[in-house]
């Protein structure tokens, strides 16, 4: 998740709740989920697009362009075009991946699920997140929602946080921890 303040948590969840109110009244919640998670696989996957989506100086006309587009390639829900139509004239779309997120926390935690963050410097297989799901379920007791981020400056190994928890065993922090050591040592 970028870095936000106060200011913007707050926008991102009213938005977030918004979208899940209409989705949930409109009982299409999954189907939804499942919309918002392709918007942000493309977001993740496609620099260009994301590079598009937050440069301010785009035309907001230039952005809904791009999303009709979208939305015709992977045949989005009226309900999700529109809300991203919203969030595009609000100027809100910069918020769009942690909007994602937020809708994803309160759709697991309706289900009962907790969510993870796992971070990794590549994608992973579905065999890797079930494994990762079946370890976390083991260690906290509770069937989980994965949310997937890729950053590839992590080089490689995992960041996994589920709430105030982390876990990391990414070489950026082995790196990290090593160049602390050296600097105690000089």
Same mark, same amino acid.
């Given at each position: 998740?970028?870095?936000?303040?106060? /200011?913007?948590?707050?926008? @991102?969840?009213?938005?977030? %709740?918004? =979208?899940?109110? $209409?989705?949930? #009244?409109?009982?299409?919640?999954?189907?939804?989920?499942?919309?918002?998670?392709?918007?942000?696989?493309?977001?993740?996957?496609?620099?260009?697009?994301?590079?598009?989506?937050?440069?301010?100086?785009?035309?907001?006309?230039?952005?809904?362009?791009?999303?009709?587009?979208?939305?015709?390639?992977?045949?989005?829900?009226?309900?999700?075009?529109?809300?991203?139509?919203?969030?595009?004239?609000?100027?809100?779309?910069? /918020?769009?991946?942690?909007? @994602?997120?937020?809708?994803? %926390?309160? =759709?697991?935690? $309706?289900?009962? #699920?907790?969510?993870?963050?796992?971070?990794?410097?590549?994608?992973?297989?579905?065999?890797?997140?079930?494994?990762?799901?079946?370890?976390?379920?083991?260690?906290?007791?509770?069937?989980?929602?994965?949310?997937?981020?890729?950053?590839?400056?992590?080089?490689?190994?995992?960041?996994?946080?589920?709430?105030?928890?982390?876990?990391?065993?990414?070489?950026?922090?082995?790196?990290?921890?090593?160049?602390?050591?050296?600097?105690?040592?000089?």
């Amino acid at each position: 998740m970028s870095k936000v303040n106060t /200011y913007q948590i707050a926008a @991102v969840d009213r938005y977030a %709740n918004a =979208l899940f109110q $209409l989705a949930k #009244e409109a009982k299409v919640l999954d189907s939804v989920s499942n919309e918002l998670v392709r918007i942000k696989e493309i977001l993740q996957e496609d620099q260009e697009v994301l590079s598009v989506i937050m440069n301010p100086s785009i035309s907001k006309s230039n952005k809904i362009k791009l999303f009709d587009t979208i939305a015709e390639k992977i045949e989005l829900s009226k309900l999700v075009s529109n809300f991203i139509g919203v969030i595009i004239k609000k100027n809100r779309v910069n /918020y769009l991946l942690e909007i @994602v997120g937020t809708f994803e %926390n309160l =759709l697991a935690s $309706l289900k009962g #699920e907790r969510v993870a963050t796992v971070s990794s410097a590549y994608a992973l297989t579905d065999a890797q997140l079930a494994d990762i799901s079946s370890k976390l379920k083991d260690k906290f007791n509770a069937d989980f929602n994965i949310q997937l981020n890729i950053e590839p400056e992590l080089i490689g190994g995992l960041k996994i946080q589920v709430g105030s928890q982390m876990i990391d065993s990414s070489i950026k922090n082995q790196l990290q921890l090593l160049k602390e050591k050296m600097k105690e040592v000089a």
